[in-house]
Structure formats: structure tokens, C-alpha cells
Nanobody, 122 residues
Framework: QLQLVESGGGLVQPGGSLRLSCAAS????????VGWFRQAPGKGREGVSC????????TYADSVKGRFTSSRDNAKNTVYLQMNSLKPEDTAVYYC???????????????WGQGTQVTVSS
């Protein structure tokens, strides 16, 4: 069964940090670019970051640039999203997705995880 599973979400105070993980099973994640997306209540889905299959190229939304960093460990079939200096507006369900297209924050993703909740609140 091909699937992506996110973990690492939770409740954090403003200014805090979290690291999300996206683990793949049933397929080799190193062949895929991996994106992170988020959706806040009442809002549309937003592309947050993308890391290329090799890990040598990353793309970030302006809203998270300089605060979020995506990385990958292909030996562990896992991609990470390090989130620093978190703000209340970062509160959302975060999803990872994998695709064979060129890295982007919008289209072409074939596999999606079920999401993990991130809440930034004091």
C-alpha cells in the first residue's frame, strides 16, 4: 500500500518551533519531489514548500521564507519540515505530498498524506 504519513504536529507558543516528518511506505520517496501544504479553517490550501528529489533544490512560499526549512533523508524514506519562529497565522493542518513533476507549490502531486494539525497559540 502506497502512503505518506505525517507526524510531529501539535500545540506550540508563538515564536516556538516544530519539526514535521513525512514518511513514505510502499514506494521509494527519493524518486519524488515532496511538497508541504497547509489548510487553515475556512481557507484554501496553500503550498508551503517543495524539495526536489535529490534535495539540492527547495522552494518556499513568501509567507514562510526564512522561517521554514525542508530537508530529506532518502535513506529513511522521509522528508522533514523544520518550522521556526512560528506565528498564530501558521495554524493549519499540514499535509505532505509527493510527485514526479518539477518542484512547485501547486500541481502535479500524486500521493498525499492525511495531515497533521499545527496550532500556534499562547
Amino acid at each position: 500500500q502506497l502512503q505518506l504519513v505525517e507526524s510531529g504536529g501539535g500545540l506550540v507558543q508563538p515564536g516556538g518551533s516544530l519539526r514535521l516528518s513525512c514518511a513514505a511506505s510502499g514506494f521509494t520517496l527519493s524518486y519524488y519531489a515532496v511538497g508541504w501544504f497547509r489548510q487553515a479553517p475556512g481557507k484554501g490550501r496553500e503550498g508551503v514548500s517543495c524539495i526536489s528529489s535529490s534535495g539540492d533544490s527547495t522552494t518556499y512560499a513568501d509567507s514562510v521564507k526564512g522561517r521554514f526549512t525542508s530537508s530529506r533523508d532518502n535513506a529513511k524514506n522521509t522528508v522533514y519540515l523544520q518550522m521556526n519562529s512560528l506565528k498564530p497565522e501558521d495554524t493549519a493542518v499540514y499535509y505532505c505530498a509527493a510527485g514526479t513533476m518539477r518542484c512547485n507549490l501547486q500541481w502535479g502531486y500524486d500521493y498525499w498524506g492525511q495531515g497533521t494539525q499545527v496550532t500556534v497559540s499562547s
